[in-house]
């Protein structure tokens, strides 16, 4: 009982737009109380210097902007430039403090952006193997690479996991090195080497906690943050 008393101490920030995202929020959530967390959901408008969080989630969403990483519009979805600057002060604050983070699916494309790395902005023309459907539905194919710590959390060099995105991981950033590809060989997760838990990955966990393997990336990254 000791040891959950000392879990339920560890607050975890959960980022998102000001408004929406209810689904992908509230499952997160679910997955930083199950492993005896408290969660802390940040929006544009907060002032994090006055939060206190030993763990950082930044979840999925609309494509970031270019401009971000200095490249021209190619199409032309929905962006949410609050949003960006707001997760942007996130990431940058966890990765001065040496926080554990997890950015999901445009939280993983905004860590590689705030390292110096780029991305793809529309992925079609990139598919060969895979359908370019969207889902959250466990029907693409991740490739652990070897020896990373992905693959030594998922305990798997295959698995199935699901797809939002449109935009991925082109360049990667500074200090960072992917860990996940899929059959079309598109970046699927990346991680510091080194880092107690720094990890973004394309897809959407939150989606797929009935399944043992993805849970742990969430309890991974709250044992990290108790240490």
Not at 134 to 140: E, G
Not at 181 to 204: K, R, S, T, Y
């Amino acid at each position: 009982m000791a040891e959950w008393g000392n879990m339920s101490k560890t607050v975890v920030a959960i980022t998102g737009p000001r408004k929406g995202a209810f689904g992908p929020r509230f499952m997160v959530s679910c997955a930083v109380r199950w492993y005896g967390a408290k969660p802390l959901h940040i929006r544009p408008g907060d002032d994090i210097q006055t939060l206190q969080y030993d763990a950082v989630v930044v979840t999925g969403g609309h494509d970031i902007d270019p401009v971000l990483y200095a490249a021209e519009p190619e199409v032309h979805p929905k962006y949410d430039p609050e949003r960006d600057t707001l997760e942007s002060a996130v990431i940058d604050d966890a990765l001065v403090r040496g926080l554990p983070l997890l950015g999901i699916c445009r939280g993983a494309q905004l860590l590689n952006a705030r390292r110096g790395g780029n991305l793809f902005q529309d992925l079609k023309s990139h598919r060969k193997l895979t359908s370019n459907r969207r889902t959250i539905l466990p029907l693409k194919t991740l490739l652990p690479e070897s020896n990373s710590f992905l693959s030594k959390l998922l305990r798997t060099d295959r698995c199935k996991i699901n797809s939002l995105h449109n935009q991925a991981i082109d360049h990667v950033g500074t200090d960072l090195q992917v860990s996940g590809l899929d059959l079309d060989g598109i970046v699927q997760a990346i991680e510091a080497p080194g880092h107690a838990f720094l990890i973004g990955v394309q897809w959407h966990p939150e989606f797929l906690l009935f399944n043992g393997r993805q849970r742990r990336l969430f309890g991974a990254l709250i044992e990290a943050a108790r240490h």
